[in-house]
C-alpha cells in the first residue's frame, strides 16, 4: 500500500512539473526604427563636388 501512495505522488509530481507544451514559444520580431535622413543631404557631395571641378576647369 505505501508502494502505491508513493507511486501515485511521484506520478502526480511528474505531471505538474512537466505542465506545458513542447511548441516552440512565439516570440514577437524586434522592431528597429531608423532615423530618416533628410534628402538634401543625399545631393550635396555629388553638388559640392561639382562646384569644386567647376572651379578647377575655369581656372585654367
Known amino acids: 500500500m505505501k508502494k502505491l501512495v508513493l507511486a501515485a505522488a511521484l506520478a502526480a509530481a511528474a505531471t505538474t512539473a512537466s505542465a506545458g507544451s513542447y ?21 550635396l557631395l555629388p553638388l559640392l563636388l561639382l562646384v569644386l571641378v567647376g572651379a578647377a576647369v575655369a581656372s585654367n
Open 23 to 43: 511548441a516552440e514559444p512565439v516570440i514577437a520580431p524586434a522592431v528597429v526604427v531608423e532615423q530618416a535622413s533628410s534628402s538634401s543631404s543625399g545631393i
